[in-house]
């Protein structure tokens, strides 16, 4: 008969381990024999087997127990609640066989010594043999004891750990799943405590949470022990890092920081009470971000390097030692949401009935969704809404985001496809019915709707709930496109949810969305903050800029940041980033943004673009724009970040802005650098051989130059009928800038909007011999599927 086995050391362990000691304390042993070399720290500790779990069941005889309780659950005699607390009990008040907890005792006593201190504070944390393997995730189900001190103490935690492989989630859960309950076991991991309780802790995975895009870490920070992270009662720091540019020790690739407001952390308590407690953090810890750059660079190095020796994502959890300052990697299991999804798949939306039509406006996206209407007039109302209703309002601006991220779909009664309800909700992935005139007149509050933007360019918000169908796309599958695809965006955030789509890269990657909705700040009322008069925008400004000594920092951290978001979602294919395109009417809402900006009658065709950036009104803030940017390309990494100038009225007007951003470290052709401009003004087609002495590229941008060829303004709701970028002038524009650009050696895109709203307009740019197509991202399929029918 082979010798039962009670206790194994980590450094003893190995993934070959599981069915012994659980996937949770196998993946300790092979992080340790395994990773050590690659620098990653894991504390040491020991671990009970299987054995060890089924000799107590045997001995206090509770196989009987646990068969009748949970056949008495499948029968439904006895309630959920019921079975898991008197199989609990029964464990709590069991007796561990004398030879198993002599050698808990002495194991203990051997991890107290090698750390030369008798009263050692152990983790000890519960493994179910079947536990974090990617097809059936046990992952929080049992229970963690933290601070346990002692010989005593750890046999009762021991306990409590077998006790929590019978908590009503995971008795639940295995019901759901077929799991036999007498089939599994449990393993108690005893790890030596880091110290964190002074210091730092949390979770990071190796890829992104929200849609699995491969080539970031995302790392998540609390103060104190990171219990709070795990269970998810606690808003803590976020950091995502751009996995290719770690290999490059001259690279500082963090994509992200952001605050949390890490309201609580838990720490060690006092002997004699509960082995630790929750307290509320100071002002000072909540607003200042947990770790710097080096601890965030040191984790997304060892996240890597996990990821690499697993060979699958994965779900990690680190801690930072108050006395010595060191990290250690203190649980790594793989990740089991997105790497289990298909790569390739994406949806389509059919409405399978029909109902009363509420409201109509122009369709944002494809897709159908349903929900509670939710009228509101203002982003303060936003505690009246609730996750997944609709909201409809008379339009949005940057400040209703935090109410967008949360609805099911957006309606206003003004705005049309470049508006900020349509552009933000395209990234979001949200349907949204924009210009509907009416929508918070005949749509009341409370009411069930739903809205539908799959049946054209209408949408329409029906009474009531309707059925619709829901089509899974592979992308695999599509035809290729063609011409070169590629995508425009705004929003960093977004910017990972369409990393599958078949494109070769960002179009029109849009600055000015990034200064509104991250830094909120006019750039000169930061460059320039001595002269700023308004009082509340000085205050407001001040508590923003809370911790940069220099107001102008705040302004280049964000914005390259979120630059480095976007080309990062593509790299290493181009992504063009055009420098800010507000006009004076949109800058003046910037914070502190009025006193500098000149009123004028018609914004669209004044001081905007080109003309602002070697202004000495603006040059300034442009200043700042160029050192973002720069920023982004040479410390974060992201050299396949293209610049691209919009409204470039002239050659002169080229050349003094060229010769600005040189001043500020942007020369073209100096590391790789490239530069665009938009061709939007009539100038630009018939100089075009001019301008592509100076450019490396043309984006057509169809919007504006509809508007200057056919002498339309583009946000008219009179004139909206004569306002059609298919216009036979405009398309004689397009063909004449093509064909001169390649006469000239110089690319040409689109970036507007007609691509995407008009199939046999994208057609007519193929035809044409345009190099690429720029669309939104929820465009890319239709036009795919569109193709393979011709």
């Known amino acids: 008969?082979?010798?039962?086995?009670?206790?194994?050391?980590?450094?003893?362990l190995s993934n070959d381990d599981v069915s012994s000691v659980g996937g949770k304390n196998a993946s300790l042993g092979e992080m340790i024999g395994n990773l050590r070399e690659g620098g990653v720290r894991v504390p040491g500790g020991f671990a009970t087997t299987a054995d060890a779990y089924r000799a107590y069941v045997?001995?206090?005889?509770?196989?009987?127990t646990i068969r009748e309780l949970t056949e008495a659950l499948a029968r439904e005699e006895k309630s959920l609640k019921q079975v898991g607390?008197?199989?609990?009990?029964?464990?709590?008040?069991?007796?561990?066989?004398?030879?198993?907890?002599?050698?808990?005792?002495?194991?203990?006593?051997?991890l107290a010594a090698r750390n030369e201190k008798k009263d050692l504070p152990v983790a000890v944390r519960s493994s179910a043999t079947a536990e974090d393997l990617p097809e059936a995730s046990f992952a929080g189900q049992q229970e963690t004891f933290l601070n346990i001190r002692g010989g005593d103490d750890l046999i009762d935690a021991c306990r409590k750990c077998y006790a929590s492989l019978f908590t009503d989630r995971a008795l639940n859960y295995r019901e759901h799943r077929g799991f036999e309950h007498l089939k599994l076991a449990l393993s108690v991991g005893v790890q030596k405590m880091v110290g964190s309780d002074k210091a730092c802790a949390g979770v990071m995975f190796s890829l992104d949470t929200d849609t699995g895009f491969p080539d970031v870490v995302v790392i998540n920070a609390t103060w104190g022990l990171g219990e709070t992270v795990v269970q998810g009662t606690v808003d803590p720091d976020e950091y995502r890092v751009f996995k290719p540019g770690l290999a490059n020790k001259n690279l500082v690739p963090i994509l992200a920081k952001k605050c949390g407001s890490k309201k609580e952390k838990m720490i060690y308590a006092s002997r004699g009470a509960a082995p630790t407690r929750t307290v509320n953090t100071k002002k000072a810890e909540r607003e200042i971000l947990v770790l710097g750059d080096d601890d965030i660079l040191t984790l997304a190095r060892w996240a890597v390097t996990i990821e690499k020796h697993y060979g699958k994502p994965m779900d990690m959890e680190w801690a930072k030692d108050s006395e010595s300052g060191e990290l250690y990697?203190?649980?790594?299991?793989?990740?089991?949401?997105?790497?289990?999804?298909?790569?390739?798949?994406?949806?389509s939306y059919r409405l399978e009935e029909t109902g009363e039509v509420l409201a109509r406006g122009v369709a944002i996206g494809e897709s159908i969704a349903t929900?509670?209407?939710?009228?509101?007039?203002?982003?303060?109302e936003m505690d009246r809404f609730e996750d997944g209703d609709v909201l409809v309002t008379e339009r949005t601006d940057p400040d209703w985001g935090p109410v967008m991220k949360r609805a099911a779909a957006i309606v206003t009664d003004h705005g049309g496809r470049t508006s900020h309800a349509a552009i933000v909700s395209r990234e979001l992935g949200v349907p949204a019915i924009v210009g509907t005139g009416a929508g918070t007149k005949n749509l009341k509050d409370g009411q069930e709707v739903?809205?539908?933007?799959?049946?054209?360019?209408?949408?329409?918000?029906y009474q009531g709930i309707l059925a619709y169908e829901e089509r899974d796309i592979d992308i695999e599958d599509l035809p290729e496109a063609p011409v070169e695809l590629m995508i425009n965006l705004a929003s960093p955030e977004a910017a990972f949810r369409w990393w599958r789509l078949p494109v070769h890269g960002v179009g029109l990657a849009r600055m000015e969305f990034i200064i509104n909705n991250a830094i909120k700040i006019h750039p000169l009322a930061l460059a320039r903050f001595d002269q700023v008069e308004d009082k509340k925008a000085r205050k407001r400004i001040d508590e923003l800029t809370a911790g940069y000594q220099d107001k102008t920092e705040y302004f280049i951290e964000h914005l390259s940041r979120g630059i480095a978001m976007i080309a990062a979602s593509q790299y290493p294919d181009p992504v063009i980033v055009?420098?800010?395109?507000?006009?004076?009417?949109?800058?003046?809402?910037?914070?502190?943004?009025?006193?500098?900006?000149?009123?004028?009658?018609?914004?669209?065709?004044?001081f905007r673009g080109a003309s602002r950036y070697y202004s000495d009104r603006y040059k300034d803030g442009f200043a700042l724009e160029c050192r973002a940017v720069k920023k982004a390309r040479e410390e974060i990494g992201l050299d396949n970040i293209v610049v691209?100038?919009?409204?470039?009225?002239?050659?002169?007007?080229?050349?003094?802005?060229?010769?600005?951003?040189?001043?500020?470290g942007l020369r073209r052709g100096e590391d790789g650098l490239q530069l665009y401009m938009m061709c939007e003004v009539p100038s630009n087609v018939f100089l075009a051989e001019q301008f592509a002495e100076r450019f490396d590229g043309f984006s057509i941008g169809s919007n504006d130059l509809t508007q200057l060829v056919l002498g339309v303004d583009r946000d008219s709701e009179e004139l909206s009928e004569l306002f059609d970028e298919r216009d036979e002038a405009v398309k004689i524009a397009i063909v004449q800038v093509i064909e001169k650009a390649h006469q000239s050696g110089c690319k040409v895109g689109i970036c507007g909007q007609a691509p995407s709203d008009y199939p046999d307009f994208a057609q007519f740019l193929v035809d044409s011999g345009i190099d690429s197509i720029s669309l939104n991202p929820d465009s890319v399929l239709d036009i795919l599927e569109i193709w393979r029918e011709d």
């Open 1 to 12: 008969m082979t010798e039962q086995i009670y206790v194994r050391w980590f450094e003893d």
């Open 58 to 64: 045997e001995h206090n005889q509770l196989g009987d």
């Open 85 to 110: 607390k008197e199989i609990r009990e029964a464990f709590r008040k069991g007796e561990f066989p004398d030879d198993i907890e002599e050698a808990i005792r002495d194991a203990y006593e051997e």
């Open 329 to 347: 990697c203190v649980q790594a299991r793989p990740e089991t949401v997105h790497s289990q999804k298909q790569s390739g798949a994406f949806k």
């Open 371 to 380: 929900g509670r209407v939710r009228v509101l007039d203002s982003p303060k």
């Open 450 to 461: 739903t809205v539908s933007c799959a049946e054209g360019s209408e949408g329409r918000i």
């Open 578 to 606: 055009r420098m800010s395109d507000f006009k004076t009417n949109e800058y003046a809402k910037l914070i502190g943004g009025e006193q500098f900006e000149p009123r004028e009658e018609n914004p669209m065709l004044g």
């Open 644 to 664: 691209m100038l919009p409204f470039v009225r002239n050659p002169r007007e080229a050349d003094r802005v060229i010769e600005a951003m040189a001043e500020h």
